[in-house]
Nanobody, 117 residues
Framework: QVQLVESGGTLVQPGGSLRLSCAAS????????MGWYRQAPGRQRELVGV???????NYADSMKGRFTISRDNAKKTVYLQMTSLKPEDTAVYYC???????????WGQGTQVTVSS
């Protein structure tokens, strides 16, 4: 059974930085595409970025430059480093994992990030 558990969400001031973590279990992480989506209040869930099993990362255009995804397959963990945070980055951030070529996506429960002074 695939399980994804996010952590690291908190209240942060505008301009601050934050790193989210997502620990996976029940998978061989190196085989999976892993990444992050977010959902702000009243809005649809949107892509932040996904790193393929081969290590190539695809970011949403609006996230490029401030957000960085990395992963440690040995720890079965994917990270999201966020910098220069803005109030509009406030959202629940969800971790996802999927096998290449398979439509099923596994999701975590989400972690709340609030950017406010």
């Amino acid at each position: 059974q695939v399980q994804l558990v996010e952590s690291g969400g908190t209240l942060v001031q505008p301009g601050g930085s934050l790193r989210l973590s997502c620990a996976a279990s029940g998978i061989i992480a190196s085989l999976y595409n892993m990444g992050w989506y977010r959902q702000a209040p009243g809005r649809q869930r949107e892509l932040v970025g996904v790193m393929s099993s081969g290590g190539k990362t695809n970011y949403a255009d609006s996230m490029k430059g401030r957000f960085t995804i990395s992963r440690d397959n040995a720890k079965k963990t994917v990270y999201l480093q966020m910098t220069s945070l803005k109030p509009e980055d406030t959202a629940v951030y969800y971790c996802c994992a999927s096998l290449p070529g398979i439509t099923t996506t596994n999701w975590g429960q989400g972690t709340q990030v609030t950017v406010s002074s």
